[in-house]
Every structure is written in C-alpha cells, then in structure tokens.
C-alpha cells in the first residue's frame, strides 16, 4: 500500500524538481524499497524509528543518510558517557554512507541543564565524526 497511497502519488510532484530528500518523522523501514524507486532521490531521513541498519544496508554510498539520533537518547543521558555511546554508535553503523547527523525534536525542557547538554551533544558528534569519518 505504500507504492499506491503513497510513493506513486508523490512521485509526478518529485519528478517536478532536480533532486528531492524523502522522509520525516516515519518509520521507514519497511517502506524502504518503495521509497528508493523514486528516481531523484538524493537522501532520505532516517527517524528515530527506522531501524539504521537496515537503512545503511540498502542505501550504502547511493544516498546521504540523514540520520536524527533518537531525542530520548539525549533527553534521557545520564552523564557525558552516555550522550558519547549514544553519538557514536550511530556514526559507527553509518560509517562508509554519506551522511548528515542532527539533533532533532528534543524537548529540551525535558533536560535538567539544556544549554550543557547541548553542548556536550555537538563536542561529542564532533568527535565521533572524527573518529568514523572515512
């Protein structure tokens, strides 16, 4: 149903511009083979619900992964350690893709100190960056 309801509408509005970014806050996991046959598509949005790895295996180096880290990861850190494991687990799996990291849809008055917490978040995805940059 999602090549009908979905894919196969939105693909004459696509096909209008040079090259189109595909997803939002969706989980596409399973919608991933039908979302690849749009044929100017430069990069896709991997929400916190899509699974990542599935994401890296059927895009490699053929899109840039937009990848939005999972904000209950960030809310949820308990320290510095936490927020390091959490940036770098996902730049490991994507490592090798072209790829985009953002800190999303954080309710940041969820956080006890949202000024540090992001700042430990942008210093650690540096790093991480860093560290699986190809």
């Known amino acids: 149903m999602t090549n009908e309801f979905l894919v196969d509408y939105q693909r004459p509005i696509l096909e209008r511009f040079k090259y189109v970014e595909y997803g939002c806050c969706e989980n596409l996991t399973k919608k991933l083979d039908a979302v690849l046959t749009i044929p100017n598509l430069r990069a896709i949005v991997n929400s916190p619900w899509t699974d990542l790895e599935t994401m890296v295996e059927k895009c490699r180096s053929r899109y840039v992964i937009v990848w939005r880290q999972p904000f209950w990861e960030i809310v949820n850190a308990r320290d510095e350690r936490d927020v390091r494991t959490d940036v770098a687990r996902g730049l490991r799996i994507t490592q090798g893709c072209f790829r985009s990291v953002f800190c999303r849809d954080v309710n940041w008055d969820m956080v006890s100190d949202p ?8 210093r650690e995805a540096k790093r991480a960056a860093e560290q699986y940059a190809d």
Request: charged fraction near 10%; charge should be positive; proline fraction near 0%.
């Open 115 to 122: 000024q540090q917490r992001a700042q430990t978040w942008i």
